[in-house]
């Protein structure tokens, strides 16, 4: 593997993620980062898909110390020759951007329909996660 940055947005950001206390341990963070797409809710993860409508999908762009971790996440992301087919999430190369100096990066991608997920329109995992734990207060008349 010659490219050694991968780009994440969803659960892999999570303090006490089994999965992104792994990569914290084994990665350096570089920067923030985007790239054009589209993120959906599926449930206990996002999904994000590449897509050129000027709507972006933000994260952290991670420098891995060992091409191994890449290959332990494809499991932890349903992606790779040994996962049900079709894969959960494939692996791509894409540019990010970085204070929009663009940067080659892999990114996991959703791989299965979206017909019926919820479209994270602020592109934001964390955000839309700390949203939906603290949804706005309701007014006294919509409680009565």
Known sequence: ?????????????????????YLQKNSTVHSKGKFKGRLYDIGEYPGAVLDKSGSY?????????????????????????????????????ISAETDNVPLKCWVYLYNLPLMGLHLITSGDYLSHQKGKKNPPDQSREERL
């Open 1 to 21: 593997m010659s490219n050694q940055y991968l780009f994440i947005y969803g659960t892999l950001l999570q303090s006490g993620n089994e999965f992104a206390l």
């Open 57 to 93: 999908v933000y994260g952290n762009i991670v420098l891995l110390n060992d091409p191994v971790v890449l290959n332990n996440l494809d499991i932890y992301e349903g992606y790779g020759s040994k996962q049900p087919k079709p894969n959960l999430f494939i692996r791509k190369l």
